[in-house]
């Protein structure tokens, strides 16, 4: 190439640059998540397992110990016994308490466990456990039963231990049997307001794109 051609393109050159390609934009920087108690958000708070209620149980034996013995006691103070009605039997008297105090007994214990925020029980097993009560003190009673004395038979002496073992465990078979006829009742959750602590903030140190020429 001549001297004059080489001048030329030069010229041409200086005139005319050709760019070279841009190197990539760098990508500002995500800013980071920082704290902030300052805004509350919903937070779903769940209520606590149900847990036994012992109070509530000793409040039902309580109830069925005194509506029973005292409902037994005003029905014979009313008349209301067999001997009274014409029927003269130790046994009577003992089918006679086994029959009406469960029922006495299983009313009250349903009544005071409607008290309960946490169950609801059924009355259908607390009867069957007031009547299995009976059954068991009245067997327990007639086992237990002592030899009668001089002015007694045997057929009181084993009538009074039965209807003192059936008022002894009936009010205790229908606590039980409520307590495990029982069904726990939903709670509801519980929406409480807590402070949020992530927002996003901007970075203080932002990486700005940079742009590369060449000629």
């Given amino acids: 190439m001549t001297r004059p051609a080489l001048v030329a393109s030069l010229l041409t050159l200086l005139a005319f640059p050709r760019p070279s390609a841009a190197a990539p934009a760098v990508p500002a920087a995500v800013p980071p998540v920082v704290e902030d108690e300052s805004r509350p958000r919903a937070t779903v708070v769940r209520a606590p397992a149900a847990s036994p209620e012992i109070g509530l149980g000793s409040l039902q034996l309580l109830a069925a110990y005194t509506v029973g013995i005292g409902g037994m006691a005003g029905l014979i103070e009313a008349g209301i016994y067999p001997k009274k009605l014409g029927i003269h039997s130790d046994a009577a008297n003992v089918a006679y308490v086994g029959l009406l105090a469960p029922a006495l007994v299983s009313a009250a214990v349903c009544a005071t466990g409607t008290l309960s925020s946490r169950y609801r029980g059924r009355c259908a097993p607390t009867l069957l456990g007031a009547y299995s ?55 509801p959750a519980v929406f409480a307001a807590l402070p949020s602590r992530q927002v996003a903030q901007p970075s203080r140190n932002l990486m700005l794109p940079v742009l590369s020429l060449q000629w």
């Fill in 133 to 187: 009560g009976a059954a068991v003190g009245a067997l327990l009673g007639l086992l237990l039963a002592p030899s009668p004395g001089p002015d007694d038979t045997a057929e009181f002496t084993n009538a009074m231990f039965a209807i003192a073992g059936a008022v002894l465990l009936t009010p205790i078979g229908a606590v039980a049997g409520w307590h495990l006829g029982k069904e726990e009742i939903a709670q």
